[in-house]
């Protein structure tokens, strides 16, 4: 569901490249209920790219991710998800004894995925994943016991989560605060 392209001007490892994808793709579908299976992250080799900030040749290493907004995901989310973003990038690539211009310039979060379509399904608006992973569970499972990798791992990763636990998303525990005036519901 989200693209996050990550355009560096320094050479990466495939270890640093596996290393800060694996760290977006665990802060994005932590932070939100997106599945792991849908969280893309692309590389794009910007070394050679002309590029001008502020009408100036200047070369950096910025991130930039095409996300789906809605009113379930505040300015506090989109500004903690840049800097959880951030410190990927300085544990994975910003290392001590690395060579070249290892700041990240940016992290830009675009809101303007409007709709989509991956993997075989149309993709939900944000804030709608646990309703969608209700209605296309069984898709997912048949998939799954076909043999398909990615839909495995996906059906595994809803049920250690618990992405479907309780009703409309809702955990045993969140329910039970709920009905008791407790957590989140006081």
Known sequence: MPIYEIQHIIPLTPQQEDGLAESITRIHSTKFTTPRMFVQVKYTDCSNVTT???GKRRQGNHIIANVRVGP???????????????EAWNHTIAVPGAKGDLTLRS?????????????????????DDVKWLGEHIEEFEMKAKAGDEEFQELVEEVKERGLLDGVNGKSSKQRLEEMLGWGDSA
């Open 52 to 54: 001008y900030i502020g």
């Open 72 to 86: 379930s995901r505040t300015q506090s989310d989109w500004d903690d998800l840049c800097r959880q973003v951030l």
């Open 107 to 127: 992290c830009i979060i675009l809101g303007g995925m409007t709709a989509g379509y991956e993997a075989g399904f149309l993709l939900p608006k944000a804030g």
